[in-house]
T-cell receptor, first 110, second 113 residues
Framework: AQSVTQPDIHITVSEGASLELRCNYS??????LFWYVQSPGQGLQLLLK??????LVQGIKGFEAEFKRSQSSFNLRKPSVHWSDAAEYFC????????FGAGTRLTVKP | DADVTQTPRNRITKTGKRIMLECSQT?????MYWYRQDPGLGLRLIYY???????NKGEISDGYSVSRQAQAKFSLSLESAIPNQTALYFC????????????FGPGTRLTVL
């Protein structure tokens, strides 16, 4: 069965520092992988997705993610975090019947 | 105007009451979904519909039912609400390709007392 693990419940970084959010998945075939962001009181917005091709995927707001099949990972990165990036981030796998991770809450220190 | 709307945005009800949450979309998508979000659990799929005549159970469908009244409308019902159905509920829509993005509504916060 497909599943997603986000090992970090909460991460705090300083503004301007780099960021990496971890995501590990379990999926029987070539996975469709997604990262969504949820700002407080809002719905989810897609940051980026991977389904084939180049394993380094560029998304909106300066985010990128790298698919590593050997590690079953799809980690999200950003080289320099802005205060507006404070939100909850969800990794998801699947197509149609999608599975989400439990989320990682990001706090940005001034 | 928002592409995916949900009504109501907030609802407080009592145990045993029947509740309906409604979702409408103007994106012209065939696929629609209902999720619930609980702290520490992320989003879990309740039901999904690939078109008006195709409805499927998701990960946690027990205690819920759905109705796809039209391409643009997908309703979620709790026939007899219980306190552990207190959660944030999201509707989403997508195109027909499995790689298509899901677009989420703003959510409905439901409290069952």
């Amino acid at each position: 069965a497909q599943s997603v693990t986000q090992p970090d419940i909460h991460i705090t970084v300083s503004e301007g520092a780099s960021l990496e959010l971890r995501c590990n998945y379990s999926y029987g075939a070539t996975p469709y992988l997604f990262w969504y962001v949820q700002s407080p009181g809002q719905g989810l917005q897609l940051l980026l997705k991977y389904f084939s091709g180049d394993t380094l995927v560029q998304g909106i707001k300066g985010f990128e993610a790298e698919f590593k099949r050997s590690q079953s990972s799809f980690n999200l990165r950003k080289p320099s975090v802005h205060w507006s990036d404070a939100a909850e981030y969800f990794c998801a796998v699947g197509a149609g019947d999608m599975r989400f991770g439990a989320g990682t809450r990001l706090t940005v220190k001034p | 105007d928002a592409d995916v709307t949900q009504t109501p945005r907030n609802r407080i009800t009592k145990t045993g009451k029947r509740i309906m949450l409604e979702c409408s979309q103007t994106k012209g998508h065939d696929r629609m979904y209902w999720y619930r979000q609980d702290p520490g659990l992320g989003l879990r799929l309740i039901y999904y519909s690939f078109d008006v005549k195709d409805i499927n159970k998701g990960e946690i469908s027990d205690g819920y039912s759905v109705s796809r009244q039209a391409q643009a409308k997908f309703s979620l019902s709790l026939e007899s609400a219980i306190p552990n159905q207190t959660a944030l509920y999201f509707c989403a829509t997508s195109g027909t390709d499995s790689t298509d993005t899901q677009y989420f509504g703003p959510g409905t916060r439901l409290t069952v007392l």
